[in-house]
């Protein structure tokens, strides 16, 4: 019985680890299925859904059910293949892997309550199996037509959106082949007016040159590919491209549109007035235009610079100034205009929740309404994205554990229907606010208290500190919703320590509960290289790095009195003037050993890396013991002045929920050249 | 009338801190350096999703800091717009002591302690010594400890 017993813990271990990692796809899920709806590319997503179906699979094959690893095995292979298109997901496939995670929750939840386990769904194992298959033929027509791939691959990613989403509204893909000739020029037929007829009659998608065989027909052997959606005949299109209508060739979507709702829901959408004068676009694409911006912001700083040292120089540089000025101030402007095109309309971001709402009502059988009211609040995009799993979690647990069921309520002396309201409102300070409230049975004080084994809290605060706490929970039983109320410590992670803002609520008991979310409008976000000095992790954004080399000691000079350099207390100056360089394409770089710099050198510890950065158009070296990796960080000043030196220009949590220093290479070189430094060390580094 | 106040300890003596400054209380397992800081900067942690900086009282009291223990404690403090942590050895207790028990420090004590300790309570046979923590947060030195 032994044997028995061991797999009775194993399984529940399972369960909740199952739970944890099906909460955070179905979050993926629901923010891929946003971001793939603007058409961008989602690859972290689809990594971390790779992921977390990885370890349910694993995990169900240690317990040994198999239904799970069947199910997690398929979305499993959709997704690695999505992962290695750059995160493209064939169509439909969001709706099928909602359909998986929600398979495998039921069976998770069987599990709990130990009943049989079903088999997995085949046709949801086929459909998945299907959408692979049409992935693996045609990788880069992951997203499914029948569009010749030569041609697809032609296609930007704004374009293939823009086919899809028009194949599944129901108009009609054609491709037209227009084939110019010498008398065709003659008779004022060409590939310009051939545009010009058939946007009369078409939308077109794309044109695409392509050269062919040359011919009698086609002197030139350049034929064009016209790529439309039209809902004109086949006869009225050849006649616009001045083509014979057996050589047009139709587009279908591959795998049909998913039959869901969603769907039509989107596509009215696009006829919605609010919609009107929008376009759709890429972040990259903002992105882009930001660095673009820093680099001219970089130019006008040395044309400010020129303009010092020409004024140096005695001459008259006030006009010169004053534009330069001007310059400065547009600049920021248009910075500004940017980062508000990177604003959301917070209603747009929420236009899930209904659905969410909807389905969650179906699984647990209460009955619940939904109010929104955002008014015209927006926030930043990248905001935006990292909230909308908090806000999804809140109304689930709102849902599934707050509201009472229609007869409790009903006893309770309240209507049957919950009431959960989501207010967006932004403040004054640059912050959102949003209010999440439900009418249901409020938190139990004495309840979490006794699980988290402390006295009951005397306020709501104290509460909530506990029940931010990983891995607490009040709900002895399990339900298929939001499991055992996992999902408040990452509430709070993603609003407190990843944005920075903050979580409150009060809760009434029988009343019902308002959590609080204020996180600020937008957030500076780099892409930045984390690496290790000393022993410290540290990291610098991208942008500031011209190069990262391996330390070639046999490249690398070193100078005399190095041993000078005191190693915990180092002279700013003194390793400034230090006289070690590298050769680097024939030109001398100063080499400066970030550890030595910063008082944390280890004794024979060699740095194995360099990143050069450039100053003033000279460059740096700094040598560091290795690189750890690329990602986005969240960027947070350092205001305290106990804490403000210069090289340092802010912190960032890598995850580990311990603060990371950003550094300004830049900065920190051009303080080791212009130096005295600070010359401050800790006195027991 | 009594204030309530927090009691903490340095190297066995014990010092207090008025409760209504305190932010919170969090144990300590080390904070990442931050080099160029001043001396007594033992770095910073985040606390609460908060970055704050810990100030060592230690190497404020001059004395060698001492590896983390189970007991170390940082207590956030509040002042006007600054937030920042002292890191003691313990704090356990919370005390009431009436305003009137504090008495100005004797003048060797503000001399050795450069006006860090403000005032002086006897509660029993116990000597608490009030922290100044504007001053603690404030003695930021421009130059190096050479």
């Known amino acids: 019985m032994s044997d028995g017993f061991e797999a009775s813990e194993f399984i529940t271990g399972f369960i909740a680890e199952a739970e944890e990692h099906l909460t955070s796809a179905n979050a993926n899920l629901l923010s891929l299925d946003q971001a793939s709806a603007a058409g961008q590319p989602t690859p972290r997503q689809v990594r971390e859904l790779f992921r977390s179906l990885h370890t349910i699979k694993g995990l169900a094959a240690m317990v040994g059910v198999e239904p799970i690893v069947d199910i997690a095995h398929a979305m499993e292979t959709v997704l690695r293949e999505a992962d290695r298109a750059a995160g493209q997901l064939p169509v439909g496939s969001v709706e099928l892997l909602l359909r998986g995670t929600r398979a495998i929750g039921q069976r998770v939840a069987a599990l709990a309550k130990r009943k049989p386990v079903a088999a997995a769904p085949s046709t949801l194992v086929e459909a998945l199996n299907a959408l692979r298959q049409s992935g693996s033929n045609r990788p880069q027509a992951a997203a499914g037509t029948t569009l010749a791939d030569d041609l697809w691959a032609r296609l930007g990613s704004a374009e293939r959106e823009q086919l899809l989403q028009g194949l599944m509204a129901g108009r009609r893909g054609v491709v037209a082949t227009f084939i110019p000739a010498p008398e065709r020029a003659n008779a004022g037929i060409n590939i310009t007016s051939v545009r010009e007829r058939m946007a009369t009659v078409a939308e077109i998608v794309k044109v695409v040159p392509q050269s062919i065989p040359a011919t009698e027909s086609a002197p030139g052997g350049l034929a064009f590919a016209l790529i439309l959606l039209t809902d004109a005949t086949d006869e009225v299109v050849a006649e616009a491209s001045s083509s014979d209508p057996a050589t047009l060739r139709p587009i279908a979507l591959q795998s049909g549109p998913p039959a869901a709702t969603e769907e039509g829901e989107e596509s009215d959408d696009d006829t919605n007035p609010r919609q009107q004068g929008v376009v759709r676009v890429e972040v990259a694409r903002l992105d882009d235009a930001l660095e673009k911006l820093s680099a001219l912001v970089v130019t006008q700083f040395r044309l400010t610079r020129a303009v010092a040292a020409l004024r140096a120089t005695g001459t008259d540089t006030r006009a010169l100034a004053l534009v330069v000025a001007d310059n400065g101030r547009q600049l920021r402007d248009l910075r500004s205009s940017i980062m508000r095109a990177r604003m959301v309309p917070v209603a747009e971001v929420l236009e899930r929740v209904p659905l969410l709402l909807r389905g969650l009502s179906r699984s647990t059988g209460k009955q619940a309404r939904l109010e929104l009211r955002t008014g015209k609040t927006e926030l930043d995009k990248a905001v935006a994205e990292r909230i909308f799993p908090a806000v999804v979690h809140l109304i689930r647990n709102a849902a599934d554990h707050a509201l009472e069921s229609p007869a409790e309520r009903r006893a309770a002396g309240k209507p049957e229907t919950g009431l959960i309201t989501v207010v967006a409102v932004e403040r004054s300070d640059n912050q959102l606010e949003l209010t999440i409230s439900d009418d249901g049975r409020g938190v139990d004080a004495a309840a979490v208290a006794r699980r988290a084994g402390v006295p009951v809290p005397a306020t709501d605060d104290g509460l909530l500190e506990l029940l931010t706490r990983p891995g607490l929970s009040t709900k002895s039983e399990v339900t298929t919703t939001s499991g055992r109320g996992v999902g408040m410590d990452v509430v709070k992670r993603i609003a407190v320590d990843e944005l920075r803002g903050a979580l409150a609520m009060t809760t009434i008991r029988g009343q019902g509960t308002t959590f609080v979310l204020r996180v600020p409008l937008s957030i500076t976000i780099v892409d930045a290289f984390s690496f290790v000095s000393g022993g410290e992790t540290f990291v610098v954004p991208v942008a500031m790095v011209e190069e990262i080399q391996e330390l070639d000691p046999s490249r690398t000079v070193r100078g005399p009195d190095r041993r000078r350099v005191a190693r915990a207390t180092p002279d700013r100056r003194q390793v400034a003037r230090g006289t070690d360089m590298i050769e680097r394409r024939g030109e001398a770089v100063p080499l400066l050993r970030l550890d030595e710099i910063f008082g944390l050198a280890v004794e024979g510890a060699a740095g194995r890396k360099v990143i050069i950065v450039r100053r003033n158009g000279e460059p740096f070296a700094f040598a560091v013991d290795r690189m750890l990796g690329q990602q986005e960080v969240v960027v947070r000043p350092l205001d305290d002045r106990l804490v403000r030196v210069d090289g340092i220009s802010g912190t960032t949590d890598l995850g580990d929920g311990k603060p990371t220093l950003v550094l300004d290479l830049v900065a920190l070189g051009g303080k080791l050249i212009t130096g005295p430094g600070p010359g401050r060390e800790r006195a027991h580094a | ?146």
């Open chain 2, 1 to 146: 009338m009594s204030e309530l106040h927090v009691l903490c300890k340095v190297n066995d003596t014990e010092y207090v801190l008025p409760a209504a400054d305190v932010l919170q209380m969090e144990s300590f397992a080390g904070a990442t350096k931050v080099p160029g800081a001043a001396a007594q900067v033992a770095g910073l942690v985040q606390i609460r999703g908060r970055v704050v900086p810990v100030v060592d009282l230690r190497v404020v009291f001059g004395l060698t800091p001492i590896p983390p223990t189970l007991d170390s404690r940082v207590v956030v403090m509040k002042a006007s717009e600054r937030v920042v942590g002292l890191l003691v050895d313990s704090a356990r207790e919370v005390l009431k002591i009436p305003a009137d028990d504090f008495h100005p420090p004797p003048a060797v004590l503000v001399q050795q302690t450069d006006g860090l300790v403000k005032a002086v309570a006897q509660v029993g046979n116990r000597l608490l010594m009030l922290i100044d923590f504007i001053k603690v947060i404030g003695e930021e030195h421009d130059d190096g400890d050479e």
